[in-house]
T-cell receptor
Framework: NAGVMQNPRHLVRRRGQEARLRCSPMKGHSHVYWYRQLPEEGLKFMVYLQKENIIDESGMPKERFSAEFPKEGPSILRIQQVVRGDSAAYFC????????????FGPGTRLTVT | AQTVTQSQPEMSVQEAETVTLSCTYDTSESDYYLFWYKQPPSRQMILVIRQEAYKQQNATENRFSVNFQKAAKSFSLKISDSQLGDAAMYFCAYTGSGNTGKLIFGQGTTLQVKP
């Protein structure tokens, strides 16, 4: 039973480029969460999605960031016109049920903006 | 808004000894869940232990146990018989039953295990 998969594991982008981060949840999980971890800090919630729906995006920056979880395929976190401050580790987690149940994390994508 | 605080940036323990990591939280909800996650150098987030607020009994998973004090809003993690593989960053996390399930994390505690 494969765990949460994220790709790429490492992504380097120049300032102004776009970054696309992918997350495939565990089999049977329909809830996906994205978190960001800045260096030497804890994880910060960004967005919560179910299939074809954004449920909670209260942690997403208002501009340049978007997320989707289509009916088919992985969840995508998209960052347009990246800046140096976007450099961080981005983690995806999935859950079979909403609150209170374990979220299983992927290995993360480390984004470096040069 | 809910907050989670870990006041110990770094801790160290001798191999085979016991160590306790502290965590406090603030919430107005009565029903919620608390977690401890471990993040080793690989950066993979690993769930260590989970506690439901409505349960008075402290959760235990092998060498890991918690001391959950609901009135004090305290949720500490005790690691017994520490092993070299326990060296990692440990994060305390909260989620309320009334929200969307998002986890609110503390700042983390780096645990060093000395041989």
């Amino acid at each position: 039973n494969a765990g949460v998969m994220q790709n790429p594991r490492h992504l380097v982008r120049r300032r102004g480029q776009e970054a696309r981060l992918r997350c495939s949840p565990m089999k049977g999980h329909s809830h996906v969460y994205w978190y960001r971890q800045l260096p030497e800090e804890g994880l910060k919630f960004m967005v919560y999605l179910q299939k074809e729906n954004i449920i909670d995006e209260s942690g997403m920056p208002k501009e340049r960031f978007s997320a989707e979880f289509p009916k088919e395929g992985p969840s995508i976190l998209r960052i347009q016109q990246v800046v140096r401050g976007d450099s961080a580790a981005y983690f995806c987690a999935s859950s079979s049920i909403r609150a209170g149940y374990e979220q299983y994390f992927g290995p993360g994508t480390r984004l470096t903006v040069t | 808004a809910q907050t989670v605080t870990q006041s110990q940036p770094e801790m160290s323990v001798q191999e085979a000894e016991t160590v306790t990591l502290s965590c406090t939280y603030d919430t107005s909800e009565s029903d919620y869940y608390l977690f401890w996650y471990k993040q080793p150098p690989s950066r993979q987030m690993i769930l260590v232990i989970r506690q439901e607020a409505y349960k008075q009994q402290n959760a235990t998973e092998n060498r890991f146990s918690v001391n959950f004090q609901k009135a004090a809003k305290s949720f500490s993690l005790k690691i017994s018989d520490s092993q070299l593989g326990d060296a990692a960053m440990y994060f305390c996390a909260y989620t309320g039953s009334g929200n969307t399930g998002k986890l609110i994390f503390g700042q983390g505690t780096t645990l060093q295990v000395k041989p």
